[in-house]
């Protein structure tokens, strides 16, 4: 609310609101005779008669005067009446008509009414940027102003970039420490912490404080809103020994210059109760509480935001010492009020209905506290709807979703705590609906980038998959460019920002989201059921903590009579364990394999363990579910956060068999798959039923072709010939790590064979590239968007994930690929075609595979990558999912390259013969889904005389995600 272009006029003028009559409130235009009066007024001040342009400034200085006092309901009417002046008489993109403006909304903005000052600050900016420039000062103070809207709104996505744009130019045009540079650095440091980047934050608002002190001197105001701010950071972080010195300083300085009920005051009087209630002391924080209320209800009225929060903080208190009685009408008020003037969807109006819900559970009144959480979820999924679409840093996406984890925890620990139909059902839904919420929607995003038929869209396509592609090579660069990969990143946020805005369908996304158990349900096949795995942390009610994580269980059968379904939730127990066991499987699976005598006996000593530690991890998970997952035909398991890397068909049940053999389990990354999967076969052939395919939900719009596209006995020293232009050196990380890429002698006899099967089962083409010719390029050219994707694709090569060695990465995806031709020649830098002969997972989202059937990946670990608490692993699968592959074959462990020709080619013969195929077949048996197919595979090794053959490293590595 800067007000450009003063003169020394407005010195003088910081008496007008005191000997001036208010301005006539109603009809339309300004006051005539309110502006006589404040003509005369300059006139008595300077000697001389003002023009209108003093005149528009003086009142912009009484609005602002009247602000900076808290005194709003008094500033509304000169506010206004600047406004319609400054229209009438200079032209509504005059200087002063746009300080006007901004005045006008940013004390709508103060006063909570959002919806007012919006368009006020849109108009303001818009017209700024017409008149004065991009970068005018005054300007940025609009774009600054916007910014803060849409955070006070919780649109944080929206608000990000206008900050950042803001904090770049003042920096560039006005200095480092000027005071409008600090304070879009204070700015974007505090809605760092509203999105939890405490680790962001604390830079800039230590920045931002030295830089005021020395500049405006330790008491400005503006030095005083930084101290609380940092203040309010270690606050957050349960810092609070560092927290409650510079809360103290803040406050007394405060009261100092401003006066003890100054709107800054009472926000700084409220932060110390708040510090003291965190720490217990009760006592001390409730008349800190009821004075901040009052007080505020006399300043700002009783339904503005600042107000609300006060009345939410003295609930909580009651609620902490066990006065129910007292907190419920206070968190009932604050909703009902906050509702109001912010919203369903705020982040203040979902804090105080999920606080609501809390009391009414404490209460024993659980349901009113059902009724409270279901209404919550739709709200916050609306909230973090609007966050995932507007937010280009994937990382902050994820972690909304991680900061909104705590709802689902309650939710949890209700139906645990209270079990019955109606805490079973919202946990079921809430389960459900939260699961890889976000892959979800960029997968919905992906699917209309390679389908649309639209101009603009196929372009943003385009550059979208050029963006990833350019990410992808400048992260492995042996120098990165850090300005060209923020550069890079910052083009990709803003692609996938605006292709979500584009896709209709994710607009309608946002209403799937309302997916319950009953429509998964439907689709599970009789007798099977759904498992889905769950990370939550149990709440204490009395408490209000969450405790250290746990597994949550829900199955979910077929068809069930009962209210609920027959849904049953259970905790599994402490995750730690679990992970732990988990980490003694793997450890010992990559040890069980020897060549010489010693090395033999070692080895059996570790497959020993291995088997023992299978045994251990079903007990440790599911001992206690056993009888109940035995009584199912088939099993749908959703795995989540660590437990995507196991290998649930290699564990070893009670009875001493692996998992796999007592029944059938299909993979999938979410419940939701079940309803939005579609099989290749079932839009192939409609009228054909195969064993294990689900139905189809709907269709797709461009079928692929039935061809079968393989890679294998790739040449990784050397690029297509056709491909040598330029020098590019590229895959720091994978020389690090790897050294280089070695020949795999069977990769190329596996695809030829393959491609053979194929031809000769189902009569249909196969194309098969070796060497060079198994290059990155021809991958992209063969899966571009104006290409039909084939039935199949098989890459037989080196997979790798790469660890982060310390380093922050904001795209997972570029750690995890696939090596092709010329890989090693892109390491060494030598000549490329701008590939660099590694296709990364992030590039592999842009691949069109929509329809395609299966995708193999007979390749070492290419089911690793990053473990995110809400979307699982961040890697090939993932991409290759995103991509439109309906199923991805991958590995979690390195595989030897002989056995898995032989792996693979059993399992191709048993997938497209279909059953009743054995050795050299026709396709004239009942069609097998790839799921039936890869378990009749496993079924044959462990059954096998071949003693390697019944080794599970050698047929458990491989997992079918569905």
Request: net charge negative.
């Amino acid at each position: 609310m800067k007000l450009p272009g003063f003169t020394l006029l407005l010195l003088f003028l910081f008496t007008l609101p005191t000997s001036l009559a208010a301005p006539a409130e109603g009809g339309k235009g300004y006051d005539a005779a309110f502006i006589e009066e404040v003509k005369q007024a300059i006139q008595r001040k300077t000697g001389q008669e003002p023009n209108d342009e003093e005149i528009a400034n003086a009142l912009n200085g009484i609005t602002v005067g009247l602000l900076d006092d808290g005194k709003y309901a008094e500033a509304e009417p000169f506010a206004r009446q600047a406004l319609e002046f400054s229209e009438e008489r200079l032209g509504p993109e005059h200087p002063g008509t746009l300080s006007s403006l901004n005045n006008l909304a940013g004390l709508y903005q103060t006063q909570g009414h959002y919806q007012e000052a919006e368009p006020l600050y849109r108009r303001a900016l818009a017209a700024s940027e017409r008149v004065l420039g991009k970068e005018h000062s005054d300007t940025l103070t609009s774009l600054n102003n916007l910014a803060l809207l849409y955070q006070a709104q919780g649109r944080h996505g929206e608000a990000e970039p206008l900050y950042q744009r803001a904090l770049e130019a003042r920096e560039r045009v006005l200095g480092r420490e000027h005071p409008d540079t600090l304070t879009s650095l204070n700015n974007l440091a505090l809605l760092y912490r509203a999105q939890g980047r405490h680790g962001e934050a604390e830079p800039l608002y230590q920045r931002a404080l030295e830089a005021r002190e020395r500049v405006l001197g330790p008491e400005h105001p503006d030095t005083l809103t930084s101290l609380n701010n940092l203040a309010g950071l270690y606050w957050a972080q349960g810092h609070y020994q560092e927290a409650e010195p510079l809360y103290r300083r803040a406050l007394e300085a405060y009261e100092r210059v401003l006066g003890k009920e100054h709107p800054d005051t009472l926000g700084s009087l409220n932060n110390l109760a708040l510090l003291y209630d965190a720490q217990g002391r009760h006592g001390e924080a409730e008349p800190l509480y009821r004075r901040a209320l009052e007080a505020r209800e006399r300043v700002l009225g009783k339904e503005h935001p600042n107000t609300l929060t006060s009345v939410n903080n003295l609930a909580g208190l009651y609620e902490s010492q066990g006065h129910y009685q007292e907190a419920e009408p206070l968190y009932q008020r604050a909703l009902a009020a906050r509702e109001r003037v912010l919203g369903a969807t705020h982040p203040d109006t979902l804090a105080t209905r999920l606080n609501l819900a809390g009391l009414h559970i404490e209460r024993g009144a659980i349901p009113k506290a059902v009724e409270s959480l279901r209404a919550m979820d739709g709200h916050l999924r609306r909230f973090m709807g609007d966050q995932l679409a507007t937010t280009r840093a994937e990382s902050t996406r994820r972690g909304w979703l991680f900061s909104e984890s705590n709802f689902q925890s309650v939710v949890f620990s209700l139906a645990l705590r209270h079990p019955g139909p109606e805490t079973r059902d919202l946990a079921a839904g809430v389960l459900l609906r939260w699961k890889r919420l976000a892959g979800a929607g960029e997968a919905l995003a992906a699917r209309l980038a390679r389908t649309s038929d639209d101009p603009e869209i196929r372009a943003l396509a385009e550059e979208l998959a050029s963006t990833r592609a350019g990410l992808s090579h400048q992260m492995n660069l042996p120098k990165p460019d850090q300005a060209a990969i923020a550069t890079h990143l910052d083009r990709l946020g803003e692609l996938e920002v605006e292709l979500a805005g584009l896709s209709r369908e994710f607009q309608g996304h946002l209403e799937e989201r309302a997916l319950d158990w009953r429509a998964v349900r439907e689709r599970l096949p009789a007798g099977s059921a759904l498992l889905s795995l769950r990370l939550f942390r149990p709440a204490d009610f009395k408490t209000g903590k969450l405790g250290e994580p746990h597994w949550l269980a829900m199955l979910l059968p077929a068809a069930d009579d009962s209210e609920d379904g027959g849904i049953a939730l259970h905790d599994l127990g402490p995750a730690g364990p679990v992970v732990e066991e988990l980490v003694n499987l793997r450890t010992a699976e990559s040890k069980a394999n020897a060549k010489t005598f010693f090395g033999k006996l070692f080895a059996w000593f570790h497959a020993i363990k291995a088997k023992a530690a299978a045994e251990e991890l079903y007990v440790l998970l599911f001992g206690e579910l056993d009888g109940a997952l035995a009584g199912y035909d088939r099993l749908y398991l959703a795995p989540d956060g660590m437990l995507d890397l196991l290998a649930f068909h290699r564990l070893v049940l009670p009875d001493g068999r692996y998992w796999v053999e007592r029944q059938p389990l299909h993979q999938i990354r979410a419940g939701r798959d079940l309803v939005a999967n579609v099989g290749w076969g079932e839009l192939a052939s409609p009228n054909k039923k195969a064993v294990g395919v689900r139905p189809p939900e709907r269709s797709i719009p461009r079928s692929p072709q039935p061809t079968l596209v393989a890679f294998g006995g790739i040449d990784y020293g050397k690029f297509p010939a056709a491909d040598h232009a330029s020098t590019s050196p590229a895959n720091r990380h994978l020389r690090a790590e790897r050294g280089g890429f070695s020949v795999l002698a069977h990769t190329g006899p596996e695809a030829s064979a393959i491609g053979r099967e194929y031809k000769a089962i189902t009569g249909r083409p196969a194309k098969v590239w070796y060497g060079e010719e198994a290059s990155e390029g021809r991958l992209k050219t063969l899966l571009s968007p104006d290409a039909l994707p084939p039935r199949v694709l098989h890459l037989a090569t080196h997979g790798f994930f790469l660890s982060r060695k310390g380093e922050g990465n904001e795209r997972p995806l570029t750690l995890s690929g696939l090596a092709l031709a010329g890989a090693n020649e892109g390491m060494a830098g030598k000549p490329t075609d701008g590939e660099d002969g590694v296709l990364y997972a992030l590039e592999a989202q842009s691949l069109n595979l929509e329809g395609t059937e299966l995708v193999a990946l007979s390749a070492c670990d290419t089911g690793k990558g990053e473990v995110d608490y809400s979307e699982g692993v961040y890697g090939l699968t993932r991409a290759f999912r995103m991509a439109g592959a309906r199923n991805v074959l991958m590995t979690l462990w390195p595989l030897n390259d002989a056995l898995a020709r032989e792996f693979m080619g059993d399992f191709y013969r048993n997938w497209l013969g279909g059953q009743g195929c054995e050795g050299k077949c026709q396709a004239t048996g009942t069609p097998l889904s790839p799921a039936e197919a890869l378990r009749r595979t496993r079924l044959a090794w462990i059954k096998s005389d071949d003693a390697r053959r019944r080794d599970p490293k050698y047929w458990a590595p491989y997992v079918l995600v569905e």
